[in-house]
């Protein structure tokens, strides 16, 4: 997923998805970057582990006619 960023005059920031859905706003952008960079980082791991569950399956082992 690509998002954005957007710092307001106020110094508040909107995370918003580039089609223009506002996923949530914050008091600044450090915070909307460190929810954003969390949130990545939790995709990855969730990736990782599924990678990892199949490749734990065992279905590389069996035989396909």
């Keep these: 997923m690509y998002c954005l960023i957007k710092e307001w005059p106020n110094k508040m920031a909107t995370l918003m998805t580039e089609d223009g859905v506002v996923l949530w706003t914050f008091s600044d952008i450090e915070e909307a970057r460190k929810v954003w960079q969390d949130w990545c980082s939790l995709q990855n791991d969730r990736v990782a582990s ?15 006619p």
């Excluded at 990678?51 to 082992?61: A, D, R, V």
């Design 50 to 64: 599924q990678i990892q569950y199949l490749g734990k399956s065992g279905l590389s082992e069996q035989n396909i």
